[in-house]
């Protein structure tokens, strides 16, 4: 069960109940009247009514007031399902044909399975290594599409310690009804014991900051501003300016979220940082699978200051004011500075 | 009834004969019939495959069949039942046959065109039907990318090419509808003393002439991309797959209209027939009809509330989805005030009407549900919508096919029908059709998701009910083809207005002969009016 579960239900029963009440309204007269009225002759001829505009009137107003009702409660439930609080703790999620690989950014990978805590809010960010799946816990009352080249998200608050299904939701070929899994919901120790048992490669960053040495990123993107390529510090959760690009009409800006990151590391001509040179960047598609994208993004987003300190990218400053810490050490050819602290 | 006077002249059943003369026929009720044979094996073949999924789904393991065959199944099933079954099944059968006597009119405004309609039709439904032979399509009706583009290895391209050449046969029929309701009305006959059968098939030409071209177009995009590898769809080649998903449900929603706006129009006769009553309100029933059919284009998005379009987009679509839901509730009002003070008759197609108001009632509050878009997103892509749309395709639009069938049977064949076993399968439709698709909502609302092959053992109380109201079904649908099939050589003789209705189809001999009218009618009342046709009608 989730925080959305209650307020769920309540409001599928109130449908329920009102509509139910209508159905069997005309239910019950269309009964009552097709046996009041039955034809008693051959010839019969009832009175040749033709309509009545007040009663018209009444079953169009009605109804009208009780749908603008439903689209109203509809819509708040939905925004509350839609728009993740910024405080929730962050699950990775990646699927393929015909599994759901998940990813704590503690490192943690599981297969058909995930574990979290009750009581916390869980935000999902998820992509597609093939066609459209559907990530779908029903007893939590949420379902999101999973799409290749995007990432969508979607949070609960697991409320009671159990074990529910997931299901893909999203017809996605062969062994589509054999995409399912299990959401372990433990008490939140518990969960912390789970993580300290299996953590054995590190977390999701530090894995992500080998791939940044493997695919040689930290060739261009020196962190001293003085790189061929824009420095990555402080880039997460920024506003850049882009001058350009192949999927932007001229100068516009863009917030740094996971999708412009993974846009970038696929296509980097798609939006060129304002005052940076286009085409320099090689494109990584077809070289990294989205699971490294997520680790290169948890660790480019480490490389930034916790939200609200946004740094103009591209300025190749320093953090200001972020503490150093030892965690996470930047690319030793190109580290002047320790980064930032992170912290799921 | 009126007793029959004797009809020596030859009629169009009889007129020519021969294998050729049906053939080559311009006649548009020879044409209806022509489309009743075709969708009649076609809605076989699309039951066969249901009875199978069915029975698979009897246990929770895909045991009966492979995981890949279920997926073949319901793809194959959704496909021949909404493109080659419900879309043509009442306006091409119905529709051809009774339109133009409705409007005084001797043929459709382009009776070749009509002809070559069926053989469009038909054409696609072979180039189908070689797809199915050849091993089948396994990517469900919806035809999602990037699943049917790049990674399905079935036989996309040529189910696709044949709903794509079949969509030129409901193009053509709508145009000719069009035309003929536009140009070919009789004397006197004007917009609002046209029945509301004519009110409904126009609106659902108007969604077939508008929006069967971008499924069209939306196909051939699907076998570009498959083919030439062009990045439409699929990102790995630079493609949106949601582009997709706004292609097809801009035509698939409105073709929901196309299969229930007809249904409606039936009814509407049905209804005044059946409680010799006026339909109360019948400007609003009318104009509802095009109400639908215009707000009925920019729903599309309701489909999508979890597909990851924005959220600001999906409230634009919840809102529309409502506006959309008042017409058809005046309809549903409507009809159930008609009855108020009527005369009503239990005859087998009042006993379907009667049916269809309620199961459409059902289908279309759990509509509801599924715009309002909190709820949607638990419930999408489970049973529940499975339910749904069968409760208004099948409670709906089917009961009314059937109903309006048994309704004109007496002018198709010039013979009545057995009505003691017409209503005992009535009354098997009704039951055997709630007995599957109820236990649905059930197992939507419990979260299992639709097109699974396996799925877990707790749902399998629910399932073995819906296959046992399948079997029910099954036997509900076949009693109807056996009878009449019987009654079409055997039972007593029509006289030509056994149900003493107000349409001018009623003034034809039954069956019609070939020119349906001998003198052009000229028509100087309203809709319904038995007050005006009482004397004629034997009323009072």
Known sequence: MSNFTASYNLFFWIMAAVCGFVAAGIAFFLILFAARYHRRRESELPPQIQGNAIAESLWIGIPFVLFMGMFAYGAKLYFDMRLPPADAMEIYVVGKQWMWKTQHPEGEREINELHIPVGRRVKLTMTSEDVIHSFFIPDFRVKQDVLPNRYTTLWFQATKPGKYHLFCAEYCGAKHSGMIGWIYAMEPHEYQAWLEQGAAEGGMASTGEKLFHQFQCANCHHFDGRGPCPDLQGLYGSTVQIGGGTSVSGPTTVVADESYIREKILNPRAKVVQGWKEGYMPSFQGQIDEEQILDLIAYIRALSPAPGGAIASGSGGALQGAAPQPTIIGPEATSIHNTAPYRP | ?540
């Open chain 2, 1 to 540: 009834m009126i007793a029959a006077p004797e009809i020596t002249e030859r009629n169009y059943l009889t007129g020519k004969e021969g294998v050729l003369s049906w053939l080559l026929t311009t006649d548009h009720k020879r044409i209806g019939l022509l489309y009743v044979a075709s969708i009649t094996a076609f809605f076989f073949i699309g039951g066969l495959f249901a009875l199978l999924m069915r029975l698979e789904l009897l246990t929770p393991p895909s045991d009966l069949v492979s995981p890949e065959t279920y997926n073949k199944l319901f793809s194959m099933h959704g496909i021949i039942m909404v493109w080659f079954f419900l879309i043509p099944s009442i306006p091409a059968t119905l529709g051809n046959f009774v339109v133009p006597m409705m409007i005084g009119a001797r043929d459709l405004a382009f009776p070749k065109l009509n002809l070559a309609s069926w053989y469009l039709f038909n054409l696609g439904g072979i180039v189908t039907l070689y797809a199915i032979l050849r091993g089948g399509v396994d990517t469900g009706w919806t035809f999602y990318t990037p699943l049917s583009t790049t990674y399905s290895t079935t036989y996309v391209i040529a189910a696709a090419a044949g709903i794509f050449i079949s969509g030129f046969s409901s193009i053509l029929t709508g145009l000719n509808f069009i035309a003929t309701i536009h140009g070919m009305r009789c004397p006197g006959l004007t917009w609002f003393r046209l029945p509301l059968f004519i009110w409904g098939m126009y609106a659902s030409s108007l969604i077939f002439v508008i929006a069967t071209p971008v499924l069209a177009i939306t196909l051939l995009m699907v076998a570009v991309e498959r083919i030439f590898q062009v990045g439409i769809f699929d990102p790995a080649l630079g493609g949106d797959p949601l582009l997709f998903q706004h292609m097809f449900w801009f035509y698939s929603h409105p073709a929901v209209y196309i299969m229930v706006l007809p249904a409606m129009a039936v009814v509407s006769e049905l209804v005044s027939t059946f409680s010799r009553r006026p339909v109360f309100g019948y400007k609003a029933v009318a104009f509802s009809s095009l109400g639908i059919a215009l707000v009925g284009f920019l729903v599309w998005g309701h489909h999508m509330f979890v597909s990851g379009q924005s959220i600001y987009s999906a409230l634009a679509f919840s809102l529309l989805s409502y506006l959309v839901a008042i017409p058809s509730a005046i309809k549903v009002f409507n009809w159930t005030a008609t009855f108020y003070k009527g005369s009503i008759s239990w005859d087998t197609p009042m006993l379907y009407a009667i049916g269809f108001i309620g199961l459409f009632t059902i289908g279309g509050i759990t509509g509801l549900f599924l715009a309002a878009l909190g709820l949607d997103v638990h419930v999408t892509d489970t049973y529940f919508v499975v339910a749904h749309f069968h409760y208004i395709m099948v409670g709906g639009a089917v009961m009314a096919y059937l109903g309006g069938i048994h309704y004109w049977w007496p002018k198709i064949s010039g013979r009545m029908y057995p009505e003691g076993l017409a209503k005992l399968a009535a009354l098997t439709v009704f039951l055997g059709f709630n007995l599957t698709f109820f236990p649905q909502f059930i197992l939507g609302y419990l979260g299992m998701p639709r097109r699974y092959a396996a799925y877990p053992p707790e749902f399998q109380v629910l399932h073995v009910l819906s296959t046992a109201g399948a079997s029910i079904l099954g036997v509900g649908y076949v009693l109807p083809l056996c009878y009449l099939i019987w009654a079409w050589r055997y039972a007593p003789k029509a006289p030509p207005n056994p149900w003493r209705a107000t349409g001018l189809e009623w003034k034809t001999p039954s069956p019609p002969s070939v020119h349906n009218f001998d003198e052009t009618p000229v028509v100087n009342y309203g809709a319904y009016d038995y007050e005006a046709l009482k004397g004629e009608l034997g009323l009072g």
